[in-house]
Nanobody
Framework: VQLVESGGGLVQAGGSLRLSCAAS????????MSWYRQAPGKQRELVAT????????NYADSVKGRFTISRDVAKNMMYLQMNSVKPEDTAVYYC?????????????????WGQGTQVTVSS
Protein backbone atom coordinates (compact mmCIF):
# COMPACT_ATOMS: atom_id res chain seq x y z
CA VAL A 1 0.00 0.00 0.00
CA GLN A 2 1.31 3.43 -0.95
CA LEU A 3 -0.03 6.56 0.76
CA VAL A 4 0.39 10.17 -0.38
CA GLU A 5 -0.84 13.11 1.69
CA SER A 6 -1.71 16.55 0.36
CA GLY A 7 -3.49 19.69 1.43
CA GLY A 8 -1.18 20.98 4.13
CA GLY A 9 -0.15 24.59 4.36
CA LEU A 10 -0.31 27.78 6.39
CA VAL A 11 -3.64 28.78 7.94
CA GLN A 12 -4.67 31.37 10.48
CA ALA A 13 -6.05 30.34 13.85
CA GLY A 14 -9.78 29.79 13.62
CA GLY A 15 -9.57 28.86 9.96
CA SER A 16 -10.07 25.56 8.14
CA LEU A 17 -7.96 23.16 6.15
CA ARG A 18 -8.70 19.85 4.43
CA LEU A 19 -6.05 17.16 4.21
CA SER A 20 -6.26 14.33 1.69
CA CYS A 21 -4.60 10.92 1.58
CA ALA A 22 -4.50 8.96 -1.66
CA ALA A 23 -4.04 5.21 -1.27
CA SER A 24 -2.83 2.90 -4.01
CA UNK A 25 -1.70 -0.66 -4.36
CA UNK A 26 -3.37 -3.49 -2.47
CA UNK A 27 -6.01 -1.44 -0.67
CA UNK A 28 -8.81 -3.97 -0.65
CA UNK A 29 -7.93 -5.49 2.71
CA UNK A 30 -7.24 -2.28 4.63
CA UNK A 31 -8.92 -2.65 8.03
CA UNK A 32 -8.53 0.91 9.25
CA MET A 33 -7.00 4.24 8.30
CA SER A 34 -5.82 7.01 10.56
CA TRP A 35 -4.32 10.45 10.72
CA TYR A 36 -1.37 10.99 13.04
CA ARG A 37 0.59 14.16 13.69
CA GLN A 38 3.99 15.03 15.05
CA ALA A 39 4.94 18.44 16.32
CA PRO A 40 8.59 19.52 16.70
CA GLY A 41 10.15 17.91 19.74
CA LYS A 42 7.10 15.78 20.44
CA GLN A 43 6.12 12.18 19.85
CA ARG A 44 3.83 11.22 17.01
CA GLU A 45 0.23 11.13 18.23
CA LEU A 46 -2.98 9.63 16.92
CA VAL A 47 -5.46 12.25 15.70
CA ALA A 48 -8.33 10.24 14.24
CA THR A 49 -9.18 6.74 13.00
CA UNK A 50 -11.83 5.34 10.67
CA UNK A 51 -12.48 1.61 10.39
CA UNK A 52 -13.41 -0.18 7.20
CA UNK A 53 -16.90 -1.53 6.74
CA UNK A 54 -18.74 0.15 9.60
CA UNK A 55 -16.88 3.47 9.04
CA UNK A 56 -16.68 3.90 12.80
CA UNK A 57 -14.60 6.92 13.81
CA ASN A 58 -12.56 7.87 16.85
CA TYR A 59 -10.81 11.11 17.71
CA ALA A 60 -8.21 12.40 20.08
CA ASP A 61 -9.80 14.55 22.79
CA SER A 62 -7.80 17.54 21.56
CA VAL A 63 -9.56 17.55 18.16
CA LYS A 64 -13.06 16.29 19.00
CA GLY A 65 -15.72 18.59 17.63
CA ARG A 66 -13.23 20.37 15.35
CA PHE A 67 -11.82 17.69 13.04
CA THR A 68 -13.70 15.17 10.91
CA ILE A 69 -12.18 12.07 9.33
CA SER A 70 -13.84 10.50 6.30
CA ARG A 71 -13.17 8.09 3.47
CA ASP A 72 -14.21 7.67 -0.15
CA VAL A 73 -13.56 3.97 -0.63
CA ALA A 74 -14.41 4.04 -4.33
CA LYS A 75 -11.69 6.66 -4.91
CA ASN A 76 -9.25 5.15 -2.39
CA MET A 77 -9.14 8.48 -0.59
CA MET A 78 -9.19 9.55 3.04
CA TYR A 79 -9.71 13.07 4.31
CA LEU A 80 -9.28 15.13 7.44
CA GLN A 81 -11.43 18.23 7.63
CA MET A 82 -9.85 20.59 10.14
CA ASN A 83 -12.01 23.41 11.44
CA SER A 84 -11.39 26.03 14.13
CA VAL A 85 -7.70 25.25 13.99
CA LYS A 86 -5.39 26.35 16.79
CA PRO A 87 -1.66 27.08 16.87
CA GLU A 88 -1.19 23.83 18.81
CA ASP A 89 -2.46 21.94 15.77
CA THR A 90 0.78 22.84 14.02
CA ALA A 91 2.53 19.60 13.07
CA VAL A 92 3.41 17.25 10.27
CA TYR A 93 0.32 15.16 9.57
CA TYR A 94 0.74 11.56 8.48
CA CYS A 95 -1.66 9.16 6.82
CA UNK A 96 -1.63 5.60 8.12
CA UNK A 97 -3.27 2.40 6.89
CA UNK A 98 -3.45 -0.95 8.66
CA UNK A 99 -3.98 -4.31 7.01
CA UNK A 100 -4.48 -7.58 8.85
CA UNK A 101 -2.58 -10.52 7.43
CA UNK A 102 -3.43 -13.99 8.70
CA UNK A 103 -0.67 -16.51 9.25
CA UNK A 104 -0.76 -20.03 10.64
CA UNK A 105 0.47 -18.56 13.92
CA UNK A 106 -2.29 -15.96 14.00
CA UNK A 107 -3.11 -12.48 12.66
CA UNK A 108 -0.53 -9.75 12.23
CA UNK A 109 -1.11 -6.01 11.70
CA UNK A 110 0.82 -4.45 8.81
CA UNK A 111 1.15 -0.67 9.05
CA UNK A 112 1.80 1.68 6.14
CA TRP A 113 2.72 5.38 6.28
CA GLY A 114 2.71 8.35 3.99
CA GLN A 115 5.51 10.91 3.82
CA GLY A 116 3.58 13.55 5.75
CA THR A 117 2.26 17.02 5.03
CA GLN A 118 3.08 20.13 7.05
CA VAL A 119 0.29 22.10 8.71
CA THR A 120 1.19 25.43 10.26
CA VAL A 121 -1.37 27.47 12.19
CA SER A 122 -0.50 31.10 12.82
CA SER A 123 -1.87 32.98 15.82
Amino acid sequence: VQLVESGGGLVQAGGSLRLSCAASGSTFTISSMSWYRQAPGKQRELVATITSGDENTNYADSVKGRFTISRDVAKNMMYLQMNSVKPEDTAVYYCNAVKIRYYDTGPENLSYWGQGTQVTVSS
